[in-house]
């Protein structure tokens, strides 16, 4: 980093009150890394939360152009400081009011997609680093698709949950989410979602992207895009067969189910196997 941009961070972090710069103390201060999805136009922007008084660090794998990181023109409450090893420091003057979202977008090379970020104050976490990261491709992709359109095909062949999990619930009086079961093979699994309308004559609600996330053992959390495989679509209800594969030694296995405009809370899924009857 040159010696100008360490200036810079601590000048504006020198001139945020004592009483912001002491949440850095919150038990809430979280490392991710962030799998991109392969289009990042097509699912909602991935969620940023940062708070005044704390330096958000991005790492990105190549260094960034100039001009390459964008947030809308009229918009002082953030401070952006690139760095020449394709680091973007982030600090915000101020807390965003509460349901705020800031557009942040970042070109990371010729012909990708713009990367969307959504920037956010929540009370119970801030992003202190943050490494974004291009997903591997999978040498198993098509053993990845028959089995899952396998799954599709026999419903009534597969594990259930003893207690389903409601995944998602959006807007509760037209539609829901729930995950029905989770089959492991070794660290893959394959988890069974129902998308459901609660209103008659009215479809199920589109599921473009399902996210996963594991804690690792450094603590650091893991989000990626799971492999999403779709069932028709019925007057009110759709199944999906997302899989994955979980990291060695993570723990705390979370689905979070997207809509083209709006991510899913991310919700806990069954580290084992839950078998009962019909």
């Known amino acids: 980093m040159r010696p100008g941009s360490w200036i810079l961070v601590l000048s504006l972090l020198l001139s945020i009150p004592a009483a912001a710069q002491a949440r850095l103390d919150s038990p809430w201060i979280r490392r991710r890394m962030l799998v991109v999805p392969t289009h990042p136009g097509q699912v909602p922007p991935l969620e940023?939360?940062?708070?005044?008084?704390?330096?958000?660090?991005?790492?990105?794998?190549?260094?960034?152009?100039?001009?390459?990181?964008?947030?809308?023109?009229?918009?002082?409450?953030?401070?952006?400081?690139?760095?020449?090893?394709?680091?973007?420091?982030?600090?915000?003057?101020?807390?965003?009011?509460?349901?705020?979202?800031?557009?942040?977008?970042?070109?990371?090379?010729?012909?990708?997609e713009p990367l969307r970020f959504a920037l956010v104050t929540r009370p119970d976490a801030v992003d202190i680093q943050v490494r974004v990261v291009k997903g591997e491709p999978s040498a198993d992709d098509a053993a990845l698709s028959a089995l899952a359109r396998s799954l599709l095909s026999t419903p009534d062949g597969r594990a259930t949950l003893a207690v389903p999990q409601l995944t998602a619930d959006l807007q509760p009086r037209v539609s829901r989410g729930q995950a029905e079961s989770v089959l492991w093979m070794e660290r893959r699994f394959f988890a069974t979602v129902a998308m459901r309308s609660r209103r008659k004559g009215t479809s199920p609600w589109r599921l473009v992207q399902a996210r996963l996330r594991a804690t690792l053992a450094d603590g650091v959390l893991l989000e990626w895009p799971a492999h999403l495989f779709s069932g028709e679509a019925g007057a009110i209800r759709q199944r999906h067969i997302l899989s994955g594969v979980l990291p060695e030694g993570a723990s705390r296995l979370e689905l979070a189910l997207d809509e083209e405009d709006s991510p899913g809370a991310f919700q806990p899924l069954p580290l084992e196997e839950v078998r009962t009857h019909p």
């Not at 940062?50 to 660090?57: I, K, P």
């Not at 600090?91 to 349901?99: A, C, G, N, R, W």
Request: net charge negative; aromatic share 2%.
């Open 48 to 112: 940023l939360q940062v708070r005044a008084g704390v330096a958000s660090l991005l790492l990105f794998e190549a260094p960034l152009k100039r001009g390459a990181v964008t947030l809308p023109e009229d918009e002082k409450r953030l401070q952006l400081v690139p760095v020449d090893d394709g680091s973007l420091i982030i600090v915000p003057i101020t807390d965003l009011p509460e349901e705020t979202q800031v557009p942040l977008s970042v070109e990371t090379g010729p012909g990708a």
